[in-house]
């Protein structure tokens, strides 16, 4: 079996190419279909017309929150915070960005407008790696971000968060907040795609996976066995595991919405057979993988180097998604979060 590198999952991208808006239309955005040897290009869509009745589509249905917070600390200096994690009793984990880091005991003053904001204690430092800071704040969470949050977006969309970032940044379909980035492939569907779906006899079922901001965290390691997965909680319900089995033996495929439902499939079957239940992921998928659940994935296009690209590699051939790549760049394809999508088939 090959032996890949963090090279190997480089590739030339034009910066114009980076998507900074979402298109007129969830819908409206390009799909590759690249399941077949040559590259198709259509519309999204179209999608229903390549599936099949029977095919049973699964979303991950949860909602990014606002976790993005601006304040200071007691001594003036500024802070910015991503919330990674709710926890309970009014506590979260979150990325911290200041000159100096607080220290356990302190504060730190939340808010655009700081005389309306809240105070957060700062509790202690947090994850495998310390690099997470343990809050608690003085209300529910939640409530407190919506108010005075902002919200995540990827730090290659250059613009400030506005009001249809709120609206678009979003699935049609978010339901269960905890996430600090979106679930993107699934931004394309819109109500009209998910009524196609349905009359063309596509059942559907939800996963939850909380995305986290690790996953736009670099792998840095050329060895990529010596990478360190970030981890994120997730959830397969009794009712989804029961809709893929029965989808199995009337003889449909299992398509997935994008890469994080694909992960919280595959860590579900980790065990050798997709069992329900919620706890964390760390699941790291390249190139030899044996993948166990998803047999169709709809996916947007990822950052050279990534986990993602050596997911989606490992999925449908490392060559063949190398070949779909170029003919993205060449055909100019809009990429990453709110860019266009494409379509894969696992490969035999």
Known sequence: ????????????????????????????????????TFPADRVFRELPSLLQPGDLLVFNDTRVIKARLYGEKPTGGAVEALIERLLPGNEVLAHLRASKSPKPGGSIRFGDDLAQGFDAEVLGRSGVDGSLFHLRFPDDPLTLLER???VPLPPYITHADQAEDAQRYQTVFAARPGAVAAPTASLHFDDAVLAALKARGVRSANVTLHVGAGTFQPVRSENLAEHRMHSEW????????????????????????????????????????LEAGARDTDIFITPGFDFRVVDLLVTNFHLPKST???????????EHVRALYRHAVEARYRFFSYGDAMLLQRRR
Do not use: N, W
Request: proline share 3%; hydrophobic share 40%; charged share 20%.
């Open 234 to 273: 997730f959830e397969v319900s009794e009712q989804t595991v029961q809709a893929i089995q029965e989808t199995r033996a009337a003889g449909g495929r299992i398509v997935s919405a994008g890469t994080t439902t694909l992960r919280a499939l595959e860590s579900a079957a980790r065990g050798g057979r």
């Open 308 to 318: 993602l690209m050596m997911l989606v590699s490992a999925f449908s051939g490392y």
């Open 1 to 36: 079996m090959t032996t890949y590198t963090l090279s190997d999952f480089d590739f030339h991208l034009p910066p114009e190419l980076i998507a900074q808006q979402p298109a007129t239309e969830r819908s409206a955005s390009r799909l590759l279909d690249g399941r077949g």
């Open 148 to 150: 005075h949050g902002h």
